[in-house]
Each structure stands twice: as structure tokens, then as C-alpha cells.
């Protein structure tokens, strides 16, 4: 058990080492990503105001990290979740979804808030993450749903602790659709540009309940992950 332990410590410790070493471009931060599925195909593109999440989801798409990786969680309305390679060859029965071996310090920037196709980084919660320090690969893209101005109300006292949604983004969540309950809290570091039906699809997987709660019933795969150019 002892050997079993150290040798998925120096595992994690190298696959760290490793995405460091993978060097990141200028031309590479021009570039978007191609996330090609089992449902289709999504053009994200990376924030610039985010620069060490985006460097790190550069680094482990020029690796190939997230090629063959499961959609592992799912919850129509809200969003679908990937990321963790432990999902390769995991079975059909729990639902998966575990940790990198590292994480990000918190980027959460004001300016960017979970609208529908948002990408963000998926984190364990406040109680033993008060930093809010990111997971080091899972990350999540926004399915989301449009709210009224009560809904939007209570969030503001429950979720958001009384900060305010403003105007602007009021009329988005309520024309367009998100996921105001996590703003200020996940680092958003992209979004999509291009295949948000795709993203669409994939919500509205049937999905297991019980132990596998919201893991899709038939896999949903990132069958590869890659740099392309992009589009004006």
C-alpha cells in the first residue's frame, strides 16, 4: 500500500514537472483550441486576463492531456465538466472525475462572468479551499439557464453574499442564460466562439443518478485537443 502511495505521489510530482516544462508562445497565445468530441466539435478561446490558467490549459493541450479524457459530470441548465485523466478507462458504473496532482492560484477578474459557453476551472470548495485555488486541469463550460430578476435577487443574498449583479449582466442572464450563483467564485479564464450547440448537446445527455450521479449513461469523450488558428 505504502509502495502504491509513493509511486502515485511521483507520478503526480512528474506530470507537474512535465506541463512546466512544455515552453508556451507568443503564437501559441494567439491561438484558439479545438476540443474535437464525441458530439461534435468546440472552438474555445483563452482570456488574456487570465494569463496562468491560460498558459496552463495551452501547456496540457500541446501535451495532448486531454486527449481521450471523459465529459465526467454533467447537470443540464448548469454545465458539463472534463479534465481528469483517471476518466481514460474508467468504468461505466461511478461517476469519475478526480485531481491533477497540482492547482492554480485564483484568477477571478470582474470583468468576466459565467454566461453561457463560459470556461472556467472547476475547484474543491471553501471549507478546505478558501483561496479558491484552482484545479490544475478540470475545468467546466457553461450550459446554463436564464433567470428572472427575483431569481436574481435571492442569488445576490444567498450566493453572492450581497454583491450585486449588475444591469447589464442581468439582462444577459435573463435573455441569453448562465450561471450568475458562481460569479466571483471560479476563475473564468475563456469561452467558447464557435460550437456551443455541441455544448448544448452534451447537456442534455441522460445521465445516472445515485452513486454515478450526473455522469453521462454513454461516454462522452474528448477525443482530441488542439491549437489552431484563429478565426476574426
Known amino acids: 500500500m505504502k509502495r502504491l502511495l509513493l509511486l502515485l505521489t511521483t507520478c503526480c510530482s512528474l506530470l507537474a514537472f512535465s506541463q512546466e516544462d512544455i515552453k508556451v508562445t507568443k503564437k501559441d497565445r494567439e491561438k484558439d483550441i479545438e476540443l474535437i468530441t464525441t458530439e461534435g466539435t468546440i472552438i474555445l478561446r483563452l482570456s488574456d486576463s487570465t494569463p496562468q490558467h491560460r498558459d496552463n490549459f495551452l501547456r496540457l493541450v500541446k501535451s495532448k492531456y486531454y486527449d481521450s479524457v471523459l465529459f465526467h459530470r454533467v447537470i443540464k441548465g448548469f454545465m458539463i465538466q472534463s479534465g481528469d485523466t483517471a476518466t481514460i478507462r474508467a468504468t461505466t458504473v461511478p461517476r469519475v472525475g478526480g485531481k ?77 442564460g448562465g450561471t450568475p450563483q458562481l460569479d466571483g467564485n471560479y476563475t473564468i479564464f475563456g469561452e467558447v466562439v464557435r460550437g456551443q450547440e455541441v455544448v448544448d448537446k452534451i447537456a442534455t445527455v441522460l445521465t445516472a443518478t445515485g452513486s454515478g450521479r450526473d455522469r453521462p449513461l454513454q461516454d462522452v469523450r474528448i477525443l482530441s485537443a488542439k491549437l489552431v488558428k484563429r478565426k476574426r
Open 100 to 176: 491533477p496532482g497540482y492547482t492554480l492560484p485564483a484568477e477571478i477578474i470582474t470583468t468576466l462572468f459565467h454566461k453561457k459557453g463560459a470556461l472556467a476551472a472547476a475547484r474543491n470548495g471553501d471549507a478546505e479551499n478558501p483561496e479558491r485555488r484552482s484545479s490544475g486541469s478540470q475545468f467546466y463550460i457553461v450550459h446554463g439557464s436564464t433567470y428572472t430578476d427575483k431569481e436574481m435577487d435571492s442569488i445576490e443574498v444567498v450566493r453572492l453574499q450581497g454583491r450585486k449583479i449588475t444591469p447589464e449582466r442581468r439582462d444577459y442572464y435573463k435573455t441569453i
